[in-house]
T-cell receptor
């Protein structure tokens, strides 16, 4: 079957670093996406990985290991506005996205 | 500014009523998608379309219908056959290339039962 797993909730401190993990199992994997979703709002695109390795974009980085079916999103220098849910999504054989339930990140001062 | 516009923001449905959610994009994207989001669950695909006058069922198409008469527009009708329609509905679009491309979302429509 197809499945995306990520932690339900994480807590971190302002100014710190946090890593949100995602494991996936899909047929015909082609890429892994990360989105940020603030409460009551639509998801916004953060990053995507096709090949193994780290993609860095400012304070946010995303890593992919295709052989392990594993990705993580790394957030540095956390700010209060980073409090949100982070959604992991992987492609299937039809190039459609299979979505995880999201990780709610709580930032404390 | 280019983007995806969903309307209305909030919608209430009475028993036995069909309601239509609007989605318009001016990004010149080929592909458009409708998702449903319920608390504690991932987004679930209802329908998607890659070209005008053609669309495909997603994982939870029962009780929903769509049309794609124009590239810019992909309205979703929630029919009375959908017994549990209360959810956050998200429309998205993307370009189509040989590679997977990010999907970009509208602001969503929150549908509730009266």
């Amino acid at each position: 079957g197809q499945n995306i797993d990520q932690p339900t909730e994480m807590t971190a401190t302002e100014g710190a670093i946090v890593q949100i993990n995602c494991t996936y199992q899909t047929s015909g994997f082609n890429g892994l996406f990360w989105y940020q979703q603030h409460a009551g709002e639509a998801p916004t695109f953060l990053s995507y990985n096709v090949l193994d390795g780290l993609e860095e974009k400012g304070r946010f980085s995303s890593f992919l290991s295709r052989s392990k079916g594993y990705s993580y999103l790394l957030l540095k220098e956390l700010q209060m506005k980073d409090s949100a849910s982070y959604l992991c999504a992987a492609t299937d054989s039809n190039y459609q996205l299979i979505w995880g339930a999201g990780t709610k990140l709580i930032i404390k001062p | 500014d280019g983007g995806i516009t969903q309307s209305p923001k909030y919608l209430f449905r009475k028993e036995g009523q069909n309601v239509t959610l609007s989605c318009e994009q001016n990004l010149n994207h080929d592909a458009m998608y409708w998702y449903r989001q319920d608390p504690g669950q991932g987004l679930r695909l209802i329908y998607y379309s890659q070209i005008v006058n053609d669309f495909q069922k997603g994982d939870i198409a029962e009780g929903y219908s769509v049309s794609r008469e124009k590239k810019e527009s992909f309205p979703l009708t929630v029919t009375s056959a959908q017994k549990n329609p209360t959810a956050f509905y998200l429309c998205a679009s993307s370009i189509l290339t040989g590679d997977v491309q990010p999907q970009h979302f509208g602001d969503g429509t929150r549908l509730s039962i009266l």
